[in-house]
C-alpha cells in the first residue's frame, strides 16, 4: 500500500499563497504519480493537477493553470501544490491521490487538508 499524508492548508487572503505537502510512505515504488484534488462544500471533487515521479512534468485544470505549480521531490517522496493569487472559489479540501499506471486510475488517497480562502 501507499500511505499518503498532506500538510500545509490553512486560512488565507485572497491574493495570497499556500503551499501543500504531500509525504507518500509505505511501498512507494508502486505509484507512478500523484495527482490533487478539491472538494467544495456541496461541490464534486475535481482533479486540480498532477505530476509523474519520473518525468517531472505536471499538468493542471484549466482554472488553476498560470497560479498553481506542482513539483516533486523524488528523494523525499514528497509532491508540492504551490498555489498562487488565491481566489475564495479555491477554497476546498485538498486532496492528493496516488496512482500506479499511467492511465491516471487513483487508488490511494491522502486525508486531505482545508484551504479556506477569503475575500
Known amino acids: 500500500q501507499v500511505q499518503l499524508v498532506e500538510s500545509g492548508g490553512g486560512l488565507v487572503q485572497a491574493g495570497g499563497s499556500l503551499r501543500l505537502s504531500c509525504a507518500a510512505s509505505?511501498?512507494?515504488?508502486?505509484?507512478?504519480?500523484i495527482g490533487w484534488f478539491r472538494q467544495a462544500p456541496g461541490k464534486e471533487r475535481e482533479f486540480v493537477g498532477g505530476i509523474d515521479w519520473f518525468s517531472g512534468i505536471a499538468s493542471y485544470t484549466d482554472s488553476v493553470k498560470g497560479r498553481f505549480t506542482i513539483s516533486r521531490d523524488n528523494v523525499g517522496k514528497r509532491v508540492y501544490l504551490q498555489m498562487n493569487s488565491l481566489k475564495p472559489e479555491d477554497t476546498a479540501v485538498y486532496y492528493c491521490a496516488s496512482t500506479a499506471t499511467t492511465n491516471w486510475v487513483f487508488d490511494y488517497w491522502g486525508q486531505g487538508t482545508q484551504v479556506t480562502v477569503s475575500s
Open positions: 509505505g511501498r512507494t515504488s508502486r505509484s507512478y504519480g
